[in-house]
């Protein structure tokens, strides 16, 4: 048997009850729940973010033997609402992430964009790319594509196909498109009556 | 020196009070506030002209170190009460009055014992009035720039976690919020130096010179204080800012809003 790439072992956050749950490499796993369900909550607990105990391994490694910061670099939390601080889009990069841009259908000019004049399906778009630039082993994708035109939707999908089609990586993600995560999605967990349980 | 006279004392307060009573035709609100903080100058300072008066005849080394951790532990209650938000529990006094503390006091003692050399270094005269100037400068802005780190981090919490998100640490996260507090409670400080002898008399200086002083030592003092009052007030706001900004953070670079308390007094 296959080492899960994510293993979470009693994870305790806020009056949730303890979470087990598995990823594998190459897996792209569905969150389920109503809005207000605890899907971002558990989000920021497996990233540290929120108070909690338990375990959680990243390929067999603890994150509690790692700063916080450098695990919050190899699994990404793309939350539903980005947040920025520089005036231009530009200058919460790096480094050169023109292929990004382009596979999201962003021209590279939007680096040259004012936050403030984007929308919010290029914010969302732009935040990924933000944080694609960590080179996350884990993605975990909060309503990636809740304010995507059809056209672009499609083009997220093969960018999230062709993240978890690299060695080592998978996807945990949430979506209120009952067709995308039929698209998408294998293995599903479901979080209610903060709980959270295999389906 | 023209010696005051408590008649012509009275006269001056004639004024406050023509303001309160303008505020009260008017219906400006303030009339009462202005009274109270009138009356509270008149009985505190002069209670601390009574009590220099009795250190200068005391003499007692121990006595001047506790009127000046009084003179202190005002200051931590006064950076408090200027809060909007401020760090709960013994924080949000210790962080204010720690960071008073030292950078006053060292200052203080830089100044005493290099730079004016009483004797005994201690002497109240130059003691107690040296360390409540440098007390109230840094008081001003270590109660700002503290306001200033609390606020930020509750207003600009998404900015800051979507920061720890991407893999900064909680002072790479702060950077911004840090470096604005720094400006703004160092602000004072620099617009005063800036501003010095142009625009008006330091009060230190007018006092000096109003009492008698010869205009060119009034000078060499008060440029003496300034340069205190900026490096007490500078390193003040850095230990102030440094030490709540990873106040507000645990060991697993979270934000941890809720050990702030709400808005309001």
């Known amino acids: ?28 796993l569905g969150l389920e729940g109503a809005s207000g369900a605890g899907k971002s909550l558990l989000f920021k607990a497996l990233v540290d973010l929120i108070p909690c105990r338990g375990e959680v391994r990243l390929a067999g490694r603890s994150r509690s033997l790692m700063p916080a910061a450098h695990w919050r670099r190899q699994v990404g939390y793309l939350s539903a609402e980005s947040a920025w601080w520089a005036d231009r889009v530009g200058e919460h990069f790096k480094g050169d992430v023109s292929a990004q841009l382009q596979s999201l259908g962003l021209p590279l000019e939007s680096l040259d964009w004012p936050v403030a004049q984007c929308s919010t399906g290029e914010r969302q778009r732009l935040a990924l790319v933000r944080l694609l630039e960590n080179q996350p082993k884990v993605l975990l994708l ?20 062709d993240f978890v089609r690299q060695p080592g990586q998978a996807v945990v993600l949430t979506s209120h498109d009952p067709s995308q995560l039929e698209r998408m999605v294998g293995r599903r967990y479901r979080v209610a009556q903060k709980r959270i349980e295999a389906l | 020196m023209i010696l005051l006279g408590y008649p012509e004392l009275a006269s001056v307060a004639l004024l406050v009070l023509a303001l309160a009573g303008t505020s009260w035709a008017m219906n400006l609100g303030v009339g009462r506030r202005v009274l109270i903080a009138a009356l509270r100058t008149v009985i505190q300072l002069g209670l601390i002209g009574l009590v220099v008066k009795s250190l200068f005849e005391l003499r007692q080394p121990w006595l001047v170190a506790l009127v000046a951790l009084g003179m202190l532990a005002a200051a931590g209650r006064e950076v408090v009460a200027r809060q909007k938000r401020r760090l709960k529990g013994p924080w949000g006094f210790g962080v204010g009055a720690g960071a008073m503390f030292v950078s006053s006091f060292t200052v203080t003692l830089f100044g005493l014992l290099v730079v004016l050399k009483p ?20 008081m001003n802005g270590v109660s ?36 604005e507090a720094m400006r703004v409670g160092l602000m004072p400080i620099i617009n005063t130096m800036a501003a010095a002898g142009l625009v008006s008399l330091p009060g230190m200086m007018t006092g000096q010179i109003l009492a008698g002083g010869d205009p060119l030592e009034a000078s060499k003092y008060q440029i003496m204080i300034i340069f205190m009052i900026a490096a007490g007030t500078g390193f003040g706001v850095v230990a102030a800012v440094w030490v709540s900004a990873a106040r507000l953070f645990d060991e697993r670079d979270r934000l941890r809003p809720e050990r702030l308390t709400s808005s309001g007094r």
């Open chain 1, 1 to 28: 048997m296959t080492q899960a790439l994510l293993e979470v072992q009693g994870l305790c956050f806020l009056d949730y009850q303890p979470v087990d749950l598995f990823l594998n490499p190459g897996e792209i």
């Open chain 2, 144 to 179: 700002l720039a503290m306001g200033q780190v609390t606020e930020a981090a509750f207003k600009e919490r998404p900015v800051i976690e979507a920061r720890l998100l991407l893999g900064q640490t909680a002072r790479e996260a702060m950077g911004d919020i840090r470096r």
């Open chain 1, 142 to 161: 909060d309503e990636p594509s809740a304010a995507l035109d059809p056209g672009n939707v499609g083009k997220l999908e093969q960018l999230i196909f």
């Open chain 2, 119 to 138: 004797d005994p270094w201690w002497h109240p005269q130059y003691a107690i009035p040296v360390a409540g100037m440098l007390l109230g400068n840094t």
